[in-house]
């Protein structure tokens, strides 16, 4: 049954990509209704079938001959699988609601079919990526996925942004495939095949070693590891936003299950391993949010906090390795249910996000921050979902944020006080601690600045004073974001339940219920105290609404202290509100200050605006970029497109093949 479900989730998915491309002309309103029936109904099955694994915890497999050496379809949905399959369809399906009406604006001059099929081939290639079990066919759904993910980025291909942002991404994700090729290279020799249940691995620390690093950087490109990230900033502010919400929420996860399902694979870690994805998440983590904190486009802000949100769910699983591998199997299991669960939680809270940023951008017709405001008034249902959102994403209980990461706290404190000696896993402890609580402040000010100036206030132009609330299809993918932001994080002792079939098949089951019962205690306390919170509150909104009934009620400026007849030119800009938390870290974001200030006593106009660039683009990335650049310049003299030529060149290698051979 499980098997069957999915088999139909991915035929619809791809029956409806190849529907969209159907000739239907630039309008666009049949491709735009196949699209989002086709997604839905793709989502349907495999969410069904998610939940019956997760239920049973039974995993079951369907292998298919295929003729292509090395190859074999070999599928597969377990525990882990299917965590990721439920997030994945969950986040796809309202993607694609969302979308129908997003892309209205876009039918009078773009034909959409384009966009919905790779949409759709998106959603169906990131399915067969967490259900494959073959090394060549996981390679053929990862490139899959890549390439429409890449289409989708360049939908509006015409803008010089777009292109550049396009070439970044396909650099970044073809480097990252690269050392995939090489990790199953190395297993499938090994093993002499490529499906994962015969993978063996060389004998030896290092050679295991080597694979584990093959894995991190592989899936880490894709994930969006510092320094690896650097695709993000520019990708997902130029692919349309339930695009941007897809990526972020739940492609760049396949990076997390690809490397979860790796080390799964290699035996047991070495303790290194463990530091590796500690200092790799901290850094992350806090640089993430660092950046995003210098930011004036909203989307590209969202960008960076998935960084950050990546760096909390290294922590996480560096603290399931750490644990595993110095003996704390209680401390392993509460980092790896925290990191785990921290994946549906950030794909749920950075989907709203990025759906709100969308309606946002849409109503006032820009993503600079510094020209919005004013639009909670405007448009009350986005203010208020996106509102849940920051909460959620900064760790605020009773959001969902904070569910996750209080598990990932919880074990940090525990390799503190459990690990006897100083050193080793108390230092590793004590890392995430800092790095959570230094993330945690940060991107509560960063949200603080995103809200206040894209919300409150008064609109600095008139688009931003005339945008109207979004239409319901939007509203409906946010609402329902929303309303799981508080769900998951009042029932949080159920959502754990989420994880634990997962963290199960990757531990031992009896100790990871052990240790669930132990924390589902504790969130059960904080739960109560949620709902305690809400009612508290309701009950005092219900009271101040009897006391006024029957009252006359006049509304007037609260404090009119030279604020009587507000004006945009009072407000902070983000660059001005950001500006003493970027001062204080300036010697690593090394922002650029631009301040004119007139001499007059009275000046009529004054402005402060900062600029940062990313220094792993700048000094790592780009120098790499123009060399690569200048070669295929100097290269390109050898393209003459004379067939002659090109006949000599296949000559020349073919002897050159035979000369080695002789030698």
């Not at 500006?579 to 402005?607: N, Y």
């Given at each position: 049954m499980v098997m069957g479900l999915m088999m139909i989730s991915l035929a619809v998915l791809l029956a409806g990509s190849g529907l969209c491309l159907l000739p239907g002309g630039p309008a666009g309103g049949n491709t735009s209704r196949t699209g989002v029936i086709t997604g839905v109904a793709g989502a349907v099955p495999a969410i069904i079938a998610a939940l019956v694994v997760l239920e049973t915890g039974t995993a079951v497999s369907l292998r298919l001959p295929w003729p292509v050496p090395f190859g074999s379809f070999y599928v597969a949905v377990d525990p882990l699988s299917a965590f990721f399959i439920l997030t994945i369809s969950l986040v796809c399906a309202l993607a694609a609601v969302y979308g129908t009406a997003y892309l209205d604006a876009y039918r009078a001059g773009k034909n959409l079919g384009p966009a919905w099929a790779f949409f759709n081939l998106l959603f169906a290639s990131m399915l067969l990526v967490v259900i494959s079990r073959n090394g060549l066919l996981f390679l053929v759904a990862w490139e899959t996925m890549s390439l429409s993910s890449f289409f989708l980025v360049m939908f509006e291909h015409e803008k010089q942004e777009v292109r550049l942002a396009g070439w970044v991404y396909l650099v970044a994700a073809h480097a990252g495939q690269a050392c995939l090729m090489f990790l199953f290279v190395f297993l499938g020799r090994q093993s002499g095949t490529l499906d994962f249940d015969a993978f063996t691995v060389p004998p030896g620390a290092a050679a295991a070693g080597v694979l584990f690093l093959l894995a991190v950087a592989g899936f880490g490109a894709k994930a969006g590891f510092l320094p690896l990230h650097v695709w993000l900033p520019d990708a997902h502010p130029a692919a349309p936003s339930h695009v941007s919400a897809v990526m972020s929420g739940v492609m760049i996860k396949t990076g997390i299950y690809g490397l979860v399902r790796i080390i799964s694979l290699l035996g047991m870690p070495a303790q290194w391993w463990g530091w590796t994805l500690i200092l790799v998440g901290a850094v992350s983590g806090v640089m993430g949010v660092l950046f995003a904190l210098a930011q004036h486009d909203i989307k590209r802000l969202l960008a960076y906090h998935s960084v950050e949100n990546i760096g909390i769910i290294s922590l996480g699983l560096g603290l399931w390795l750490l644990g595993v591998s110095t003996g704390h199997p209680a401390l392993a299991a509460l980092g790896l249910m925290g990191g785990l669960l921290h994946v549906i939680n950030h794909a749920v809270f950075k989907s709203l996000l990025f759906f709100g940023a969308g309606a946002v951008a849409h109503a006032a017709g820009t993503r600079n921050m510094d020209v919005m405001g004013g639009l909670a008034k405007r448009m009350p249902r986005t203010a208020l979902a996106f509102g849940i959102g920051s909460a959620a994403i900064c760790g605020l209980p009773p959001f969902n944020g904070f569910v996750s990461e209080f598990l990932i706290y919880l074990a940090a404190f525990g390799l503190i006080t459990g690990a006897g000696v100083p050193g080793g896993p108390m230092a590793g402890g004590l890392i995430v601690l800092a790095a959570l609580g230094l993330i945690g402040g940060l991107a509560a000010a960063c949200f603080a600045k995103v809200f206040g100036i894209v919300f409150l206030g008064e609109p600095r132009t008139p688009q931003a004073a005339e945008a109207h609330e979004a239409p319901a299809a939007m509203r409906f993918s946010m609402i329902t974001l929303a309303v799981l932001c508080i769900a998951l994080g009042l029932a949080a002792p159920l959502a754990v339940r989420l994880v634990l079939p997962a963290a199960g098949q990757l531990l031992d089951s009896a100790q990871v219920s052990a240790v669930s019962l132990m924390a589902g205690g504790l969130l059960w306390k904080i739960s109560w105290g949620g709902f305690a919170f809400i009612a508290v509150s309701g009950f005092l909104w219900g009271l101040r609404r009897r006391l006024l009934t029957g009252r006359v009620n006049t509304t007037g400026p609260t404090w009119d202290c030279g604020y009587a007849a507000?004006?945009?030119?009072?407000?902070?800009?983000?660059?001005?509100?950001?500006?003493?938390?970027?001062?204080?870290?300036?010697?690593?974001?090394?922002?650029?200050?631009?301040?004119?200030?007139?001499?007059?006593?009275?000046?009529?106009?004054?402005?402060?605006?900062?600029?940062?660039?990313?220094?792993?683009?700048?000094?790592?990335?780009?120098p790499l970029f123009r060399a690569v650049s200048e070669l295929a310049r100097r290269t390109h003299v050898l393209q003459q497109g004379r067939n002659q030529l090109y006949v000599l060149y296949i000559a020349v290698t073919v002897l050159v093949l035979l000369l080695v051979k002789v030698k």
């Open positions: 507000p004006d945009s030119r009072m407000q902070y800009t983000a660059s001005s509100f950001a500006w003493p938390v970027i001062d204080m870290f300036k010697w690593i974001i090394r922002p650029k200050l631009r301040v004119s200030v007139g001499q007059d006593f009275f000046p009529r106009r004054a402005g402060l605006s900062s600029h940062s660039s990313d220094p792993f683009r700048r000094n790592l990335f780009d």
